[in-house]
C-alpha cells in the first residue's frame, strides 16, 4: 500500500515540555495506519479511502475543491482514523500560526522614497519626448538605408555598366631608371634630346612647366649695376 | 487614555491627510482597483498614491516571506511599484489588477533568490541579519508574560518563520499566496505562470512539508 502515515509516538501533550524533542513523528511506513500506532489494525476502513489518498487530496478538500463523493469519503476516513485528524488540524492551524506573526512594517522612508524614484521616472519620460521628435531617427534610419543600397549596388544591381579597357602588351620592360639624371638643362625645362625622348616626346610639347619670375630676373639686373656703379645704395 | 486616542487620531490624520485631499482620498478609496488604474491613466497624480497604499503593506509581507529579507523586500516592492508606474500604460485592464502586480512582484522575489543562491556575500549577510534578530533584547515584548512564555512565543515564530523558508523556492511562492494573501488557484496560476494541476500539487506539497515542520508546536 505504501501509505504516508503518522507514528504517534508520545502524544501532542503540553508544547512547553516538548521543546527539542518533538511528540510526533510522522514517517512513511508500508501497509500500517496512520492511527494505529503502526499496528495496520484500521488501514483503509473509513470508507474506501487510506491516508495516503487523504493526503493528496487534502488540499482540495480544506479549499472546497473537492467534489461531493470525495468529500464525504474524506469525512468518513477522518471519523475513524486519529492521526489523519491530527494532520488535517496541524495543515488548517499551522498557516493560521503564520499569518498570526506581525507583518513586516515599511520603512518610514519608503513612501518619500518612493515617490522620489517615481519624479525621476516622470522627468526621463518628459526627456525622451523632447529627444526623440522623431525626425533626426528618422535621417540616420535614411541614411542607413542609403548607405546600405550603395554598399549593396554592384549586387542588387548586376546590369550596372561595365568598363573593359583593353590590355597593354608591351615587348620589353622599360630600361631607363627610376631617377632622371641632370644632364645639364636648366631645371624646368626637358631636353628633347634625352635618352627618353621616346617616352617622352609629345608629352610636354608647348608647355610651360617652370618659369624664371621677372622679379628674380630685375633683381640680377640690379645687383650688376650695383657692382657697375650704376645705382646709389 | 485620552492621549492615546489623539495619537490614533493623529496618526489617521497624517495617513489620510486633510481637507479636500482627504475627500479625494476617501472617494478614491471606494473605488475598485480598475478604476483607481484607471484614474491614474487619465492623469490623477493621487490615484496611484492610492494604489500604493493599498498594495505596499500586503505585498510587502508577499515578497519578505517569500525571500525572508526584511530590508531587501522594501527594495523589492519599491521596484515592484517603480515598474508598476513605467508600464501602467500597457496593463490589460479586463484582467485583475492585483494579479498583474503581484506577478511582478512575484518574477523580482524569484530573481532574487536566484541571485542570491550565487553571490555567496548576500548569503552571510542574511544569515548575520537572523543571527542579529536572535540576539535582540526582548524590550518588544509584552513584560506580562513569564520568561518561559516568551520563550515560547519567539522559539514558536521563529520556528513558523524558519519552516516557510525550509520549503522549496517554487512551493513557497504558491504557499505564501494561498495561505497568506488568500489567492484562488486560478491566480496563483497567472501570476506563477504554472497551470491549474501544478498549482495544485505544489501546494498540496508545500502543505504538506510545513506540516511535518511545525506539528511539534502545535498542540
Known amino acids: 500500500m505504501g501509505a504516508l502515515c503518522f507514528q504517534v509516538e508520545r502524544g501532542w501533550g503540553n508544547w512547553s515540555s516538548e521543546v527539542g524533542n518533538p511528540p510526533v513523528n510522522w514517517q512513511y511506513h508500508s501497509n500500517t495506519h496512520p492511527g494505529s500506532n503502526g499496528s495496520g489494525s484500521n488501514s483503509m476502513s473509513p470508507a474506501s479511502m487510506n491516508c495516503s489518498d487523504l493526503v493528496v487530496q487534502l488540499t482540495d478538500y480544506l479549499d472546497g475543491n473537492a467534489p461531493e463523493a470525495e468529500s464525504t469519503a474524506i469525512e468518513r476516513h477522518l471519523e475513524g482514523c486519529p492521526s489523519c485528524v491530527r494532520y488535517k488540524n496541524v495543515v488548517e492551524h499551522g498557516p493560521e500560526l503564520l499569518r498570526s506573526l506581525p507583518a513586516p512594517e515599511l520603512r518610514e522612508d519608503f513612501r518619500p522614497r518612493l515617490k522620489h524614484r517615481l519624479y525621476h521616472v516622470d522627468d526621463e519620460r518628459v526627456l525622451s519626448a523632447h529627444s526623440s521628435s522623431g525626425t533626426p531617427a528618422m535621417t540616420v534610419v535614411g541614411i542607413a538605408i542609403l548607405l546600405t543600397a550603395v554598399a549593396w549596388s554592384p549586387t542588387v544591381f548586376p546590369g550596372a555598366p561595365m568598363v573593359e579597357l583593353p590590355a597593354i602588351v608591351v615587348d620589353r620592360a622599360p630600361d631607363r631608371s627610376p631617377v632622371r639624371p641632370a644632364n645639364g638643362t636648366p631645371p624646368g625645362t626637358f631636353s628633347s634630346k634625352s635618352d627618353d625622348a621616346d617616352l617622352d616626346e609629345g608629352l610636354w610639347a608647348n608647355t610651360l612647366l617652370y618659369d624664371y619670375s621677372p622679379l628674380s630676373r630685375r633683381y640680377d639686373q640690379r645687383a650688376r649695376g650695383r657692382q657697375a656703379g650704376l645705382f646709389d645704395r | ?219
Not at chain 2, 519599491?78 to 518574477?107: C, P
Not at chain 2, 518563520?161 to 517554487?170: F, S
Not at chain 2, 497567472?190 to 506539528?215: E, P, Q, W
Open chain 2, 1 to 219: 487614555m485620552a492621549r492615546a486616542r489623539l495619537k490614533e487620531k493623529k496618526k489617521e490624520e497624517k495617513q489620510i491627510g486633510s481637507g479636500e485631499a482627504r475627500e479625494h482620498r476617501l472617494q478614491l478609496g471606494e473605488l475598485s482597483d480598475s478604476e483607481v488604474v484607471q484614474a491614474s491613466l487619465d492623469g490623477d497624480p493621487r490615484a496611484f498614491d492610492d494604489l500604493v497604499r493599498r498594495y505596499d503593506q500586503r505585498l510587502l509581507n508577499f515578497v519578505y516571506r517569500t525571500i525572508g529579507d526584511r530590508e531587501r523586500g522594501q527594495d523589492l516592492v519599491q521596484e515592484t511599484f517603480v515598474r508598476v508606474y513605467r508600464h501602467l500604460h500597457r496593463f490589460d485592464q479586463s484582467k485583475k489588477f492585483s494579479t498583474w502586480i503581484y506577478t511582478i512582484a512575484s518574477n523580482l522575489a524569484k530573481n532574487e533568490l536566484r541571485n542570491r543562491s550565487r553571490n555567496p556575500l548576500v548569503l552571510f549577510q542574511t544569515l548575520k541579519k537572523n543571527w542579529d534578530a536572535d540576539h535582540r533584547p526582548l524590550e518588544w515584548e509584552d513584560t506580562q508574560y513569564k520568561p518561559d512564555d516568551l520563550f515560547r512565543k519567539r522559539h514558536l515564530r521563529s520556528k513558523v518563520e524558519q519552516a516557510v523558508e525550509q520549503l522549496p523556492e517554487h512551493h513557497r511562492i504558491v504557499f505564501v499566496l494561498r495561505e497568506m494573501e488568500g489567492k484562488t488557484y486560478e491566480e496563483i496560476a497567472d501570476i506563477t505562470g504554472c497551470n491549474l494541476g501544478t498549482v495544485k500539487s505544489r501546494l498540496n506539497r508545500a502543505r504538506n512539508n510545513f506540516a511535518h515542520i511545525i506539528a511539534p508546536l502545535i498542540d
